[in-house]
């Protein structure tokens, strides 16, 4: 048998040998009962697959409290959380697994899950949220729910730079802004004594009892860079691109967050256009050849006001630009079709949505979404609200990826439910399907394809764990059978 070896990267392609070494993070809480049960299916899928030619290696590292427990006494109480050995695995052997992880107690590392991305620059973090015939759902159709989100992993406010309420840094802030920026300090309600007494005043008149007033204010700093946007984007758009979807969306709240989302926003359509031009139309551009298409002898003016209703409204300038507008997208006839034949129709498609209108949408519209590009918090808050959507956070993978390099690191999405550790009973269902991504990833499909037909044949046999149990019985399903986490496992591998 070869020597097991190391995946690596070169001329941007992952480079794979039959007998790779795959590090791995148990996880706390019930960690160990999932991983027990899926590295299991791992293993079977990839023997059913290839017949012994190809193997996974599997070399344990060590985070969380399983490794504090083990280093605090050699490494000190902040290392031992997350040795250095194990960022070293994980850089030298590019593709690794990992469950839930408990978060750090006392100060240093605020979270696991977030320190491994910062510190290995996986920049993306990719979930995708696809349903499972005959997992319990909150919704009619949760079939309709086929989507990928590219969260950004680096940037925005989990960037983690925050300062404490009433801290020195914190008011060493507050007098910066005071004294370089007074217009945006006056929008800080309670950064003053004097604004904090006038409300002290304002409750006293009312009745409150007196008290000291303090400035507590907590501040959180919400870096977006363009090259941040770019290499998240252009990865979103590149896997679109391959896997033949319809669309990208960017999801942003720039119509408040103008120079933060907003700029998101305008980056993102400016690198759909500079380095995909021949294979993407923009949302604006499909209406103005959809205009042209239908009615060939429509002036570029005319056009211009069936794209932008207010067009009446605008200065003489503003029009100017949307009809310059229409005339960029006509130049795309030749290549984007717009007199006949509709070729833009093929094209993939760029688009935006407000995260607040996309979280409704994506509830009673979820057919409009496909690939989601999406800074931090949004693609936190939307991919968890998503997961909800076709069974719950139990069996939702994730992936935390830098394509540039090959890193990537596939994850648990959930806690790590302490109460229920070395019971047997929680749904491996999350890290199976993170391991069927990294398969996946790995290029090897063959493998990935029975980890999915497994779960598929497992759940519509109706043999589940004990949260989908309850939930198919609420629903009047008398023929489920609750399984434990292990014995979830044999069912997949029996579906293969």
């Not at 960029?328 to 079709?337: D, E, F, I, N, S």
């Not at 498609?349 to 009673?364: H, R």
């Not at 999350?430 to 069927?436: A, N, P």
């Amino acid at each position: 048998m070869p020597s097991p070896s190391a995946i690596t990267m070169s001329a941007g392609k992952l480079n794979v040998p039959d007998h790779p070494v795959i590090p791995f993070i148990e996880g706390d809480g019930t960690g160990p009962d999932i991983w027990r049960a899926s590295v299991r299916v791992f293993d079977a899928a990839v023997k059913a697959a290839y017949a012994g030619k190809r193997q996974l290696h599997w070399k344990e590292v060590y985070a969380g409290e399983k490794s504090f427990n083990k280093f605090k006494d050699s490494l000190g109480e902040t290392q031992a959380w997350l040795p250095e050995e194990t960022l070293a695995a994980f850089r030298q052997y590019l593709v690794g697994i990992k469950g839930p992880l408990t978060t750090p107690v006392g100060g240093g590392i605020r979270s696991l899950n977030v320190a491994l991305r910062q510190i290995l620059d996986l920049y993306v973090c990719l979930r995708p949220v696809r349903w499972f015939k005959g997992v319990p759902s909150p919704v009619k159709r949760p079939g309709d729910c086929d989507m990928v989100i590219f969260r950004e992993n680096t940037e925005d406010i989990y960037a983690g730079i925050e300062y404490a309420p009433g801290s020195p840094e914190s008011q060493k802030f507050l007098d910066f802004i005071h004294q370089n920026f007074p217009k945006d300090f006056a929008k800080i309600r309670f950064g003053s004594r004097d604004n904090a007494a006038s409300w002290q005043s304002t409750l006293e008149s009312v009745g409150a009892p007196k008290r000291e007033t303090k400035i507590e204010v907590g501040i959180g700093i919400k870096p977006v860079s363009y090259l941040g946007t770019e290499r998240l984007v252009h990865s979103a758009i590149a896997y679109a691109l391959k896997e033949k979807r319809k669309s990208v969306t960017l999801v942003h709240k720039g119509n408040i967050m103008k120079y933060t989302e907003g700029a998101f926003k305008d980056w993102g359509y400016q690198i759909a256009t500079t380095f995909f031009r021949a294979h993407v139309v923009t949302e604006r551009e499909s209406w103005i050849l959809g205009n042209k298409e239908a009615n060939a002898a429509l002036t570029s003016e005319a056009n211009a006001r069936m794209i932008d209703p207010g067009f009446d409204m605008m200065t003489p300038g503003q029009q100017q630009k949307i009809v310059a507008e229409v005339d960029t997208a006509l130049k795309l006839v030749p290549t984007h079709g717009g007199g006949g034949g509709g070729k833009w129709k093929s094209k993939l498609l760029i688009k935006d949505s407000i995260a607040d209108i996309t979280l409704q949408q994506v509830l009673t519209r979820p057919r409009d979404f496909d690939v989601v590009a999406t800074l931090n918090l949004n693609g936190d808050y939307l991919s968890d609200a998503l997961a909800a959507q076709v069974g719950g956070i139990g069996i939702a993978p994730g992936a935390n990826i830098n394509y540039l390099t090959g890193h990537a690191i596939f994850e648990a999405t959930h806690g790590t439910a302490p109460k229920y550790a070395n019971l047997d009973q929680v749904n491996p269902g999350s890290v199976i399907l993170s391991g069927e991504m990294m398969l996946r990833y790995m290029g090897w499909t063959e493998a990935a394809d029975l980890i999915i037909k497994g779960m598929d044949g497992a759940i519509s046999a109706k043999t589940v764990t004990y949260d989908f149990e309850r939930l198919m019985k609420a629903e009047g399903d008398t023929q489920v059978k609750k399984v434990k986490c292990s014995e979830f496992a044999d069912a997949v591998i029996k579906h293969m």
